[in-house]
């Protein structure tokens, strides 16, 4: 007998620790693409707060916080570990991030990628 039940279920594909409780894992979704009926999405946590869709992760020495570039944007955030904020570096897609380098003594992290490398100034939890 064949059921057509609904897929109701979140199902995590595989994921890997970024350290400091901070985590990434592929999720598969039902999708409403004509191409695929189920769709697979990167997503950063930290512990089990979902902080959405990402693309690059990198968490700092201390574990305090990890830059995250959101996947729908390109956009990069900070994320404070105790607090969960928030903090927006860029706001218009400066491409895609491959590697960090934090200074957290200066303050500076400096991102690279194809192309291009950058350094942000490390904000102050509010």
């Given at each position: 007998?064949?059921?057509?039940?609904?897929?109701?279920?979140?199902?995590?594909?595989?994921?890997?620790?970024?350290?400091?409780?901070?985590?990434?894992?592929?999720?598969?979704?039902?999708?409403?693409?004509?191409?695929?009926?189920i769709g697979h999405f990167q997503h950063c946590f930290y512990d089990e707060l979902d902080l959405g869709q990402c693309g690059f992760m990198s968490v700092a020495s201390s574990g305090k916080l990890a830059l995250i570039q959101d996947a729908p944007t390109g956009n990069l955030y900070f994320v404070y570990a105790e607090s969960n904020e928030k903090l927006w570096v860029t706001d218009t897609f400066i491409g895609l991030v491959e590697s960090a380098l934090w200074n957290e003594n200066d303050g500076i992290i400096r991102v690279k990628g194809n192309g291009f490398e950058k350094s942000f100034n490390i904000p102050q939890s509010s």
């Open positions: 007998m064949r059921h057509n039940w609904p897929l109701l279920l979140t199902l995590t594909l595989s994921g890997c620790s970024a350290g400091a409780g901070f985590h990434q894992y592929i999720i598969s979704k039902p999708s409403a693409s004509s191409f695929e009926s």
